[in-house]
Nanobody, 122 residues
Framework: QVRLVESGGGLVQAGGSLKLSCAASASTFRINAVGWYRQAPGKQRELVAGISSGGSINYADSVKGRFTISRDRAKNTVYLQMNSLEPEDTAVYYC????????????????WGQGTQVTVSS
């Protein structure tokens, strides 16, 4: 079972930057879909950035050009660099690893981080 541990959240002013990290207990990031979801109060959880098992990268339109997802295979770690942060980015961010982002995937292989709070003040 893959265990994911997140770090890097915090409080930042609008326009600032944060970098989130997600460390895995195994080298599954190399062959699985990995990404970052976020959920704000009263809103649905949304995928903000992801890397498919084939290596393709996609971003939500709301963060495109501001966020960058990357991974370090040797460290079994995935990162989310967040620049030009806006109050609308305030949410709990969760890292994810699974077979795919397809809603009909086998969820027995899903792994989730514990969540890290990102708060952007105006």
């Amino acid at each position: 079972q893959v265990r994911l541990v997140e770090s890097g959240g915090g409080l930042v002013q609008a326009g600032g930057s944060l970098k989130l990290s997600c460390a895995a207990s195994a080298s599954t990031f190399r062959i699985n879909a990995v990404g970052w979801y976020r959920q704000a109060p009263g809103k649905q959880r949304e995928l903000v950035a992801g890397i498919s098992s084939g290596g393709s990268i996609n971003y939500a339109d709301s963060v495109k050009g501001r966020f960058t997802i990357s991974r370090d295979r040797a460290k079994n770690t995935v990162y989310l660099q967040m620049n030009s942060l806006e109050p609308e980015d305030t949410a709990v961010y969760y890292c994810f690893c699974g077979r795919s982002f397809n809603v009909q995937r086998d969820r027995r292989f899903d792994s989730w981080g514990q969540g890290t709070q990102v708060t952007v003040s105006s």
